[in-house]
């Protein structure tokens, strides 16, 4: 009797060391979601037709090995060069995803994109975009984050008309096509647009630990040298975090 209650008691510490572990070893879905990745022939910018700053951010991810979500503007693909196209390419086979980030980016007036605009010129823009994303890259899109993250019911409406598109990132109103909301939680990788603080980032993110996944909205063409070391900083805390770094469609796929 007295072996059995030992047994017991030693039954009921292994299950609870195990859960423990499992508990601590728990990682973190997190999505780097980097916007207006666009083409320009402007001579400011890289030989990939990109900012300077978008290649270092890239290839500083590629050596830490961490997958990230690219926003792609469309406009402009149509006169992109294949050593651009080369670069992205590559950026998609190294596991990166590409999502759809509007058309033109235009604001006119208070009214972005896919905000106030009708049905036919909104569905005109993203089938557009969708197209020269698309063949533009080789890449199937299925997650969508738009300009200003606005968006009105009428937007809901055009996405209906893709039922690929399945990952909605910040969107307001619920995915069609039985697709996933991400949800913003507050996201504060920057504190303001293109300004990063990784002290400001810690308070956030200890605040944010028991969320299901973190979305974290980045714009690489804003950064300098201060921001990027910013975001280097930040990404390391992530890592002592337990984060797991995971495409927006990735998150879907596994969620489904
Ligand atoms: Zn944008």
Excluded at 23 to 37: F, G, S, Y
Excluded at 90 to 100: Q, T, V, Y
Excluded at 151 to 175: A, H, M, R, W
Excluded at 198 to 215: D, G, I, M, Q, T
Aim: glycine letters at 6%; one cysteine or more.
């Amino acid at each position: 009797m007295q072996l059995r209650k030992f047994s017991l008691k030693l039954l009921f510490a292994i299950s609870l060391f195990y859960i423990l572990m499992v508990e601590a070893t728990a990682q973190l879905p997190v999505i780097i979601k980097l916007d207006d990745l666009k083409y320009s022939d402007d001579a400011k910018m890289s030989k990939y037709g990109v900012s300077h700053s978008w290649v270092s951010i890239m290839l500083y991810l590629k050596q830490k090995d961490i997958k990230a979500s690219l926003g792609v503007v469309a406009m402009g693909l149509e006169n992109s060069t294949p050593r651009h196209r080369k670069w992205v390419k590559e950026l998609i086979r190294d596991g990166h995803e590409i999502w759809h980030h509007g058309y033109s980016h235009a604001k006119n007036g208070k009214a972005g994109e896919y905000h106030g605009h009708s049905f036919f010129d909104q569905k005109e823009s993203f089938g557009k975009a969708l197209t020269l994303i698309e063949s533009t890259y080789d890449t199937i899109v299925v997650s969508v984050g738009t300009p200003f993250n606005q968006n009105d019911n009428t937007f809901l409406k055009v996405l209906e008309s893709y039922p690929q598109i399945k990952v909605c990132i910040f969107i307001k109103g619920q995915c069609p096509n039985r697709g996933m909301n991400l949800k913003r939680f507050g996201s504060k990788l920057e504190y303001k647009v293109g300004e990063i603080d990784a002290a400001l980032f810690s308070k956030y993110l200890e605040k944010n630990l028991h969320r299901p996944y973190l979305v974290l909205q980045g714009h690489p063409s804003h950064w300098n040298n201060k921001d990027k070391n910013e975001f280097k900083k930040i990404l390391d805390m992530l890592i002592k975090n337990n984060a797991r770094f995971i495409t927006a469609e990735e998150y879907y796929l596994r969620r489904k």
